[in-house]
């Protein structure tokens, strides 16, 4: 079965640090989202990117945030000088149509802070 | 800006009972979505809905449109079910992303 995969699973980085966290969507879908889950919380929505450019972005998504897809594989967020609150599990989904279609999440990318 | 409620938060059963998590949300929406994630974090789709029933093995999902609430039932409930039960709403056309609920979290036991 088609699966949202996300790399690294876990990464630990220093406040100030530039990370990037990287998605490989399922093949043939068409839109793609990262979530964000601080521990103890609900999930919330950060972007949505269709058509190789940003379609909404939350209030959560400032500057600092940046999403890219470099190629026809490969979705990436890319999170400036981390903060300490940046901590948190990163999810990227995907799905084919948008609305009325079956969300598919990659396992989560545990950003953790220090 | 919707608001998606859930309850109860957190729900102890022992096996083989019939659980009922429920779901309301604020706006109308285009869609609504069961999610289930388990400890390690990752979350699975189990069901997305429009309207009406659907039913997957011993889990079923209702969605009353007019009334904006939805409802997950288990039936025989078993401890590999235990995990965090989580709706989510779309509201619009795919592009504004799922609103979480904060998740009902059930345990199982034998």
């Known amino acids: 079965e088609p699966e949202v995969t996300q790399t690294p699973s876990h990464q630990v980085t220093q406040m100030g640090q530039e990370v990037i966290l990287r998605c490989v969507p399922i093949s043939n879908h068409l839109y793609f989202y990262w979530y964000r889950q601080i521990l103890g919380q609900k999930v919330e929505f950060l972007v949505s990117?269709?058509?190789?450019?940003?379609?909404?972005k939350s209030e959560i998504f400032d500057d600092q945030f940046s999403v890219e897809r470099p190629d026809g594989s490969n979705f990436t967020l890319k999170i400036r000088s981390t903060k300490l609150e940046d901590s948190a599990m990163y999810f990227c989904a995907s799905n084919l149509q948008g609305a009325i279609s079956e969300a598919f999440f990659g396992q989560g990318t545990r950003l953790t802070v220090v | 800006k919707n608001e998606v409620e859930q309850s109860p938060q957190n729900l102890t059963a022992q096996e083989g009972e019939f659980i009922t998590i429920n779901c309301s949300y604020s706006?109308?929406?285009?869609?609504l979505h069961w999610l289930q994630q388990h400890p390690g974090g990752g979350i699975v789709s189990l069901f997305m809905l429009s309207s009406g029933k659907k039913k997957h093995g011993r889990l079923i999902a209702t969605i009353n449109i007019q009334e904006k609430h939805s409802s997950l039932h288990i039936t025989a409930s078993h401890p590999r079910d235990s995990a965090v039960y989580i709706c989510a709403a779309d509201s619009g056309g795919g592009a504004d992303g799922l609103t979480f609920g904060k998740g009902t979290h059930l345990i199982i036991q034998p």
């Open positions: 990117f269709y058509n190789n450019e940003i379609s909404e």
């Open positions: 706006v109308g929406i285009s869609a």
